[in-house]
Protein backbone atom coordinates (compact mmCIF):
# COMPACT_ATOMS: atom_id res chain seq x y z
CA UNK A 1 0.00 0.00 0.00
CA UNK A 2 1.22 3.45 -0.69
CA UNK A 3 0.05 5.94 1.36
CA UNK A 4 0.91 9.46 1.61
CA UNK A 5 0.40 11.97 4.85
CA UNK A 6 0.18 15.97 3.94
CA UNK A 7 1.74 18.02 6.68
CA UNK A 8 0.76 21.26 7.25
CA UNK A 9 2.43 23.89 9.54
CA UNK A 10 1.16 22.91 13.12
CA UNK A 11 0.90 19.27 12.58
CA UNK A 12 2.07 17.41 15.57
CA UNK A 13 0.43 13.86 14.51
CA UNK A 14 2.04 13.04 11.25
CA UNK A 15 5.20 11.24 12.21
CA UNK A 16 3.19 9.31 14.45
CA UNK A 17 1.01 8.42 11.55
CA UNK A 18 3.72 8.10 9.43
CA UNK A 19 4.94 5.17 12.07
CA UNK A 20 1.90 3.61 12.05
CA UNK A 21 1.03 3.65 8.46
CA UNK A 22 4.96 2.29 7.94
CA UNK A 23 4.47 -0.83 11.13
CA UNK A 24 1.07 -2.36 9.22
CA UNK A 25 2.36 -1.75 5.73
CA UNK A 26 6.02 -2.51 5.83
CA UNK A 27 6.94 0.56 3.81
CA UNK A 28 7.32 4.20 3.95
CA UNK A 29 4.75 6.70 3.61
CA UNK A 30 5.35 9.87 1.22
CA UNK A 31 5.21 13.06 3.98
CA UNK A 32 3.74 15.39 1.62
CA UNK A 33 4.46 19.28 2.22
CA UNK A 34 1.26 20.99 1.85
CA UNK A 35 2.41 23.88 -0.66
CA UNK A 36 2.89 20.58 -3.28
CA UNK A 37 0.27 21.29 -5.97
CA UNK A 38 -0.09 17.69 -6.74
CA UNK A 39 0.33 14.24 -5.20
CA UNK A 40 1.85 11.35 -6.84
CA UNK A 41 -0.84 8.54 -7.06
CA UNK A 42 -1.38 6.51 -3.91
CA UNK A 43 -3.75 4.39 -2.40
CA UNK A 44 -4.40 6.48 0.54
CA UNK A 45 -4.31 9.95 1.80
CA UNK A 46 -4.05 10.62 5.18
CA UNK A 47 -4.67 14.23 6.89
CA UNK A 48 -3.14 13.75 10.06
CA UNK A 49 -3.87 15.71 13.79
CA UNK A 50 -2.40 18.84 14.94
CA UNK A 51 -2.86 22.74 14.73
CA UNK A 52 -2.58 22.97 11.17
CA UNK A 53 -2.02 27.25 10.91
CA UNK A 54 -1.90 27.44 14.61
CA UNK A 55 -5.81 27.06 14.65
CA UNK A 56 -5.99 30.15 13.69
CA UNK A 57 -9.78 31.24 12.06
CA UNK A 58 -11.26 27.99 12.72
CA UNK A 59 -10.05 25.07 12.92
CA UNK A 60 -8.94 23.59 9.47
CA UNK A 61 -10.31 26.33 7.75
CA UNK A 62 -6.75 28.05 6.62
CA UNK A 63 -5.48 24.02 5.66
CA UNK A 64 -8.83 23.40 3.76
CA UNK A 65 -7.83 25.84 1.28
CA UNK A 66 -3.69 24.86 1.24
CA UNK A 67 -2.58 24.09 -2.75
CA UNK A 68 -1.94 20.72 -1.94
CA UNK A 69 -5.86 20.07 -1.23
CA UNK A 70 -7.13 21.15 -4.20
CA UNK A 71 -5.57 17.95 -5.38
CA UNK A 72 -6.29 15.56 -2.49
CA UNK A 73 -10.20 16.83 -2.89
CA UNK A 74 -9.60 15.90 -7.20
CA UNK A 75 -8.01 12.44 -5.66
CA UNK A 76 -11.01 11.77 -3.37
CA UNK A 77 -13.63 12.70 -5.94
CA UNK A 78 -11.45 9.91 -8.11
CA UNK A 79 -12.49 7.08 -5.21
CA UNK A 80 -8.91 7.45 -3.27
CA UNK A 81 -9.58 6.91 -0.03
CA UNK A 82 -8.94 9.75 2.60
CA UNK A 83 -8.49 9.32 6.08
CA UNK A 84 -8.74 12.62 8.80
CA UNK A 85 -7.80 11.87 12.19
CA UNK A 86 -8.53 15.23 14.60
CA UNK A 87 -7.64 18.06 12.62
CA UNK A 88 -7.59 16.21 9.90
CA UNK A 89 -11.42 16.00 10.42
CA UNK A 90 -11.83 19.75 10.75
CA UNK A 91 -10.18 20.29 7.59
CA UNK A 92 -12.37 17.18 5.93
CA UNK A 93 -15.73 19.31 6.76
CA UNK A 94 -13.77 22.71 5.75
CA UNK A 95 -13.08 21.22 2.12
CA UNK A 96 -16.43 19.69 1.96
CA UNK A 97 -15.46 16.55 1.23
CA UNK A 98 -17.35 15.85 4.46
CA UNK A 99 -20.94 17.41 6.02
CA UNK A 100 -21.01 19.17 8.86
CA UNK A 101 -18.91 21.14 11.55
CA UNK A 102 -16.67 20.77 14.54
CA UNK A 103 -17.47 23.26 16.83
CA UNK A 104 -15.88 24.37 20.48
CA UNK A 105 -16.19 21.26 23.01
CA UNK A 106 -19.35 21.78 25.04
CA UNK A 107 -17.38 22.15 27.86
CA UNK A 108 -15.02 24.90 26.66
CA UNK A 109 -11.97 23.16 27.61
CA UNK A 110 -9.43 21.37 25.51
CA UNK A 111 -9.97 17.50 25.98
CA UNK A 112 -7.11 15.14 26.05
CA UNK A 113 -8.13 11.68 27.69
CA UNK A 114 -8.83 7.95 26.27
CA UNK A 115 -12.11 7.25 25.47
CA UNK A 116 -14.28 4.43 24.09
CA UNK A 117 -16.05 4.18 20.95
CA UNK A 118 -17.78 1.61 19.69
CA UNK A 119 -17.54 0.53 15.86
CA UNK A 120 -20.93 1.54 14.09
CA UNK A 121 -19.78 0.30 10.31
CA UNK A 122 -17.50 -2.36 10.12
CA UNK A 123 -17.85 -2.30 5.52
CA UNK A 124 -15.79 -0.07 5.03
CA UNK A 125 -11.34 -0.15 4.42
CA UNK A 126 -10.85 2.34 7.47
CA UNK A 127 -12.67 0.11 9.81
CA UNK A 128 -13.09 -3.82 8.49
CA UNK A 129 -10.92 -4.62 11.10
CA UNK A 130 -13.07 -4.46 13.56
CA UNK A 131 -16.40 -6.03 14.13
CA UNK A 132 -19.41 -4.23 14.39
CA UNK A 133 -20.40 -3.35 17.92
CA UNK A 134 -17.12 -3.55 18.93
CA UNK A 135 -15.88 -0.76 21.58
CA UNK A 136 -12.18 0.22 21.51
CA UNK A 137 -10.01 2.53 23.47
CA UNK A 138 -8.62 5.62 21.30
CA UNK A 139 -7.29 8.77 22.90
CA UNK A 140 -8.71 12.08 22.51
CA UNK A 141 -6.36 15.73 22.28
CA UNK A 142 -8.84 18.37 21.05
CA UNK A 143 -10.59 21.58 21.53
CA UNK A 144 -13.33 21.76 18.59
CA UNK A 145 -14.39 18.07 18.47
CA UNK A 146 -17.43 18.81 19.24
CA UNK A 147 -19.18 17.60 15.78
CA UNK A 148 -22.61 19.46 14.45
CA UNK A 149 -25.18 19.09 11.44
CA UNK A 150 -28.37 20.04 10.94
CA UNK A 151 -31.54 17.38 11.10
CA UNK A 152 -31.62 16.55 7.56
CA UNK A 153 -27.91 15.55 7.11
CA UNK A 154 -27.69 13.43 10.62
CA UNK A 155 -30.85 11.68 9.40
CA UNK A 156 -28.96 10.72 6.35
CA UNK A 157 -25.88 9.89 8.02
CA UNK A 158 -27.65 7.50 10.21
CA UNK A 159 -29.82 6.20 7.42
CA UNK A 160 -27.24 5.45 5.13
CA UNK A 161 -25.12 3.66 7.96
CA UNK A 162 -22.64 6.88 7.76
CA UNK A 163 -21.50 6.79 11.41
CA UNK A 164 -18.36 5.24 11.65
CA UNK A 165 -18.08 5.12 15.67
CA UNK A 166 -20.06 6.89 18.57
CA UNK A 167 -18.56 7.25 21.97
CA UNK A 168 -20.17 4.71 24.67
CA UNK A 169 -18.94 3.54 28.01
CA UNK A 170 -16.54 0.44 28.46
CA UNK A 171 -19.57 -1.42 28.28
CA UNK A 172 -20.94 0.18 25.04
CA UNK A 173 -23.93 1.94 26.57
CA UNK A 174 -24.39 5.49 26.23
CA UNK A 175 -24.17 8.27 28.87
CA UNK A 176 -22.64 9.57 31.88
CA UNK A 177 -20.30 11.50 30.46
CA UNK A 178 -18.79 9.06 27.74
CA UNK A 179 -19.18 11.92 25.13
CA UNK A 180 -16.25 14.24 25.81
CA UNK A 181 -17.02 17.13 23.81
CA UNK A 182 -20.72 17.53 23.22
CA UNK A 183 -20.93 16.23 19.81
CA UNK A 184 -24.28 15.62 18.31
CA UNK A 185 -25.62 11.67 18.50
CA UNK A 186 -22.38 11.31 20.33
CA UNK A 187 -20.74 10.45 16.74
CA UNK A 188 -17.45 10.48 16.91
CA UNK A 189 -16.58 9.67 13.59
CA UNK A 190 -18.30 10.05 9.92
CA UNK A 191 -18.24 8.87 6.66
CA UNK A 192 -18.93 10.03 2.76
CA UNK A 193 -21.55 8.83 0.87
CA UNK A 194 -19.08 6.41 -0.86
CA UNK A 195 -17.55 5.35 2.58
CA UNK A 196 -13.99 6.59 0.85
CA UNK A 197 -13.62 9.27 3.31
CA UNK A 198 -13.21 8.96 6.75
CA UNK A 199 -13.32 11.97 9.41
CA UNK A 200 -12.67 10.62 13.12
CA UNK A 201 -11.49 12.51 16.16
CA UNK A 202 -9.93 10.01 18.09
CA UNK A 203 -6.53 9.31 17.29
CA UNK A 204 -5.87 5.60 16.17
CA UNK A 205 -2.50 5.98 15.99
CA UNK A 206 -1.70 7.08 19.47
CA UNK A 207 -3.15 3.53 20.46
CA UNK A 208 -1.10 1.44 18.31
CA UNK A 209 1.79 -0.36 19.83
CA UNK A 210 2.39 -1.80 22.93
CA UNK A 211 4.55 0.57 23.89
CA UNK A 212 2.36 2.94 23.74
CA UNK A 213 0.11 1.03 26.12
CA UNK A 214 -2.53 -1.06 24.10
CA UNK A 215 -3.45 -1.61 20.12
CA UNK A 216 -6.55 -0.77 19.68
CA UNK A 217 -5.96 1.53 16.95
CA UNK A 218 -3.72 -0.90 15.22
CA UNK A 219 -6.37 -2.45 13.44
CA UNK A 220 -7.75 0.21 11.48
CA UNK A 221 -3.69 0.53 10.12
CA UNK A 222 -3.81 -3.67 9.69
CA UNK A 223 -7.15 -3.20 7.97
CA UNK A 224 -6.62 -0.66 5.44
CA UNK A 225 -3.10 -2.20 4.04
CA UNK A 226 -6.09 -5.32 3.68
CA UNK A 227 -7.74 -3.58 1.92
CA UNK A 228 -5.55 -1.72 -0.19
CA UNK A 229 -2.34 -2.94 -0.08
Known amino acids: MKAAVIVFPG???DRDVQVALRESSGSEPLMVWHREAALPDVDLIVIPGGFSYGDYLRSGAMAAHSPVMKDV????????????ICNGFQVLTECGLLPGVLMPNAGL???CKDVHVRTEAADTPFTQGYNEGQVIRIPVAHHDGNYFTDE????????QGRVAFRYVNEDGSKGNGANPNGSMDDI???????RTVLGLMPHPERLSDPAMGGTDGRAMFDGLVQALG
Open 73 to 84: VAKSKKGVPVLG
Open 152 to 159: DTLKRLND
Open 188 to 194: AGILNKS
Open 109 to 111: KFV
Open 11 to 13: SNC
